[in-house]
């Protein structure tokens, strides 16, 4: 019976991964985390492979379920230093897109729209996926010319297209 169970929640979740909606028809899911997960997504990962897009995606939700950070997709994304006005402090944010002083807006519809699509199955599913990271928490891209100081305390797991991922 559990078998029958997991493989219509694959199918269904692979519907809605495949589904593109039109305007204005309800979805599953509730939207704000639909739009914070699709812009950290198409910002962090949106030239990476599917297991990369996932890898950044599970990193998020790793996190949602730790109590050392918000239990919030959305406050997991924008968590870091913020100035009394509310913007956060440059490059001390949790994610790079965030406080990296550039607009946050998509200019590439399709990868945007492969974004909300990856975000929607993700938040539908709760983040039921094969955790292809195995916990990771954090992760960095390989193109840095300095890793992060924090990077050297934590366990590295793997390499998937242009991030290290740890946990």
């Known amino acids: 019976m559990r078998k029958y169970w997991i493989e219509l929640l694959c199918i269904v ?4 991964y495949l589904w593109e909606p039109a305007e204005g028809v309800p979805t599953l899911v509730d939207q704000e985390s639909v739009e914070c997960l699709s812009r950290a997504l198409y910002h962090e990962s ?24 918000p239990n919030t997709v959305c406050g997991v994304i924008y968590d870091g230093p913020h100035h009394s006005n509310g913007f956060p402090k440059r ?11 550039r607009s946050d807006q998509p200019t590439h519809k399709k990868d945007y729209a492969r974004s909300v699509r990856l975000a929607s199955w993700m938040l539908i599913t709760n983040g039921w996926v094969p955790d292809i990271t195995d916990g990771a928490k954090y992760y960095h891209a390989t193109w840095m010319r300095k890793f992060p100081r924090w990077s050297k305390k934590k366990k590295k797991v793997l390499r998937i297209d242009r991030h290290i991922f740890y946990k």
């Open 13 to 16: 979740a692979l519907v809605v």
């Open 46 to 69: 949106r030239a990476e492979s599917t297991a990369g897009n996932f890898a950044v995606a599970q990193v998020i939700f790793n996190r949602v379920k730790d109590d050392k950070f």
């Open 91 to 101: 490059d001390q944010c949790q994610f790079s897109f965030y406080c990296d002083a």
